[in-house]
């Protein structure tokens, strides 16, 4: 049996054509290059119809939503390609307690996504393929016996869910489940390996990457300075990413902002505007906001800045997140400053700047903004190649030969 020869199911926890970084989606388009890979969004509920209504997003799907129609698009980047699957709508059950009238429900959601599997398994012809759910396990915990089953099933966990309220309520017992049932288990960082381990099954690790092909344009292409950052004058500290008070040091950032106020600190992404409020960030004028950008519009960004930072509080979250925007930053060679929130990040000690205080964050950030240039930037590059979701497919595909027992040529 060859790798090419088979296909991927994928059920995402994300959409194709979201704007913020998508390991999954990254997964994806990297299985994509040598092999069919169908990647079926998160389900749209009738909550979403509603709030989504006039949203571009949400208009070129309606068909498929709605009616299950033109299901399908082509999603194409560099030499690959892979299908995106949009399934319709299901029912927002997440408010419910857990009981018998949640079991019902979440059953027909269930059989919504086991329509779209056995519809691209029908139109495609799909025979040999490995099921990959990603995040998503409240649905599609197991693939329905009437539909042929996959060589193997995979489980994919990128967060503690038990920290975020919302998803908590019904994930954490979902993702229990998705541990016993499926027959490969990963985790994106060392302590969720930890904390999943617990559930009686061994658990793999493979960490979050980068896309550095993409990210290591900032250091050598040409790219036209954004047009947020025209008008900047001196150097600049970036962060991407969502800024919410589940993960982000609020009062760091406000402190690094005022010691520095000769320097621009740029916030490429969502923010609460609660949290805007709340810590006066308006009073700044050295704090620029961009909000949400594509993903390829990035290293654009990352080109005319000379720091990147990551302040994050440390908490039991935090403590589970192996940090993706590290290798993103790396990728472009700039200096990087992070609190040291888990063990992976700490990983990265001989080549960005940990601090284990608020003191050491602000005074790390100084030693930063004055490192020559080319200190380190080989060293950075060169770690950020090895660490591309490329290599993370192969350990990927070492897990499935080991337990298929058949080595995949």
């Given at each position: 049996?060859?790798?090419?020869k088979?296909?991927?199911?994928i059920l995402?926890?994300t959409?194709w054509d ?13 299985l994509a290059k ?7 969004e998160?389900?749209?509920s009738?909550?979403d119809?509603i709030?989504?209504?006039?949203k571009?997003?949400?208009?070129y ?9 033109n ?6 980047f560099g ?5 995106s ?7 927002p ?9 949640y ?6 959601n269930?059989?919504i996504l086991?329509?779209?599997v056995k519809k ?18 409240y649905?599609?915990?197991k693939?329905?016996t009437s ?6 099933s ?12 919302y ?5 954490v017992?979902a993702e229990?489940?998705?541990v016993?049932?499926f027959?490969i288990?990963?985790a994106?960082s060392?302590e969720?390996c930890h ?5 009686g ?5 493979i960490p979050?990457?980068?896309e550095?092909k993409?990210?290591?344009?900032a250091?050598?292409?040409d790219f036209?300075?954004?047009n947020?950052m025209?008008k900047?004058?001196g150097?600049t500290?970036i962060?991407?990413g969502n800024?919410?008070n589940l993960?982000?040091d609020?009062?760091l950032?406000?402190?690094?902002v ?22 006066k960030?308006d009073?700044?004028?050295?704090l ?6 594509n993903?390829h519009e990035?290293?654009?960004y990352l ?5 990147a ?6 908490n ?10 590290v ?7 700039i200096?990087?400053?992070?609190t040291?929130?888990?063990s ?14 608020e003191?050491d ?6 030693v930063?903004?004055a490192e020559p ?6 060293e950075r590059v060169?770690?950020a190649k ?24």
């Open positions: 049996m060859k790798r090419e088979i296909d991927f199911i995402g926890a959409r979201f704007k913020l970084s998508s390991s999954t989606f990254s997964i994806a388009k990297t040598n092999n069919r890979v169908f990647y079926i998160r389900p749209f009738l909550k119809v709030t989504h209504w006039n571009p997003q949400f208009k799907r309606k068909k498929a939503v709605l009616f299950g129609k299901a399908y698009k082509k999603i194409e030499k690959g390609s892979l299908v699957v949009t399934p319709k709508f299901i029912l059950i997440n408010f419910l307690d857990s009981g018998s009238i079991d019902s429900l979440a059953q027909h269930n059989r086991s329509n779209s691209i398994i029908k139109d495609h012809g799909v025979k040999k393929y490995i099921y990959l759910n990603s995040f998503y396990p649905q599609l915990r693939i329905p539909l042929p089953q996959p060589i193997v995979m489980y994919r966990s990128v967060d503690d869910i038990s920290q975020e309220n998803i908590a309520r019904h994930g017992d229990k489940q998705s016993k049932d027959d288990v990963t994106s060392s969720l904390k999943l381990s617990s559930y099954k061994d658990i793999h690790l979050n990457a980068g550095f993409l990210f290591h344009s250091l050598i292409n036209e300075k954004p947020e025209k900047l004058q150097k500290v962060f991407i800024l919410n993960r982000t609020f009062h950032l406000v402190s690094c005022t010691k520095y106020h000769d320097v621009n600190f740029i916030i490429v992404g969502p923010y609460d505007k609660v949290d805007y409020k709340k810590f960030l009073q700044f004028k050295n620029i906001f961009t909000q949400e950008k993903f990035l290293p654009q080109k005319f800045s000379d720091v930072i990551i302040p994050f509080l440390k039991q979250l935090t403590k589970c997140i192996y940090p993706l925007k290798n993103e930053y790396l990728g472009a060679g200096p990087v400053v992070s040291n929130f888990s992976d990040v700490e990983s990265f000690k001989d080549l960005i700047y940990l601090a284990d205080t003191d964050f602000v005074k790390l950030l100084g930063a903004l240039k080319d200190q380190k930037l080989a060169q770690f090895e660490n591309t979701w490329e290599s993370r497919i192969e350990m990927l595909w070492k897990l499935i030969e080991n337990h298929t027992n058949q080595k995949l040529i």
